[in-house]
């Protein structure tokens, strides 16, 4: 399991990076009057945060991996899929972002 934390973790750190670098197109068009929209993801994403920067996100994403390595192995695999889901989301979105942009 220490592998997969450590895979989470790498992961985590590439996107990290995207999103800041997106965060600074989304201000950069803001300034420009442009990105008009009130969240990321949806009331249907498995996010509970709700913002309009990638970086909020990373961030529940880092409480979720940071929480995962005081759980037990059930409970791991049992929370595994959701974060997975959650990370494979944000760099779905970030990589769309970056081509449309």
Given at each position: ?101
């Amino acid at each position: 399991m220490n592998k997969l934390l450590e895979a989470l973790h790498t992961n985590l750190e590439q996107t990290y990076r995207k999103a800041v670098d997106a965060d600074n197109s989304l201000n950069a068009l803001q300034q420009d009057g442009k990105g008009k929209f009130s969240t990321i993801f949806g009331d249907d994403s498995p996010f509970t945060t709700r913002s309009k920067r990638f970086i909020g996100y990373v961030q529940e994403l880092a409480e979720d991996i940071q929480a995962l390595k005081a759980l037990d192995e059930d409970a791991l695999k049992a929370q595994l899929p959701t974060v997975v889901k959650k990370l494979e989301l944000l760099l779905a979105t970030l990589s769309q972002f970056k081509q449309t942009v």
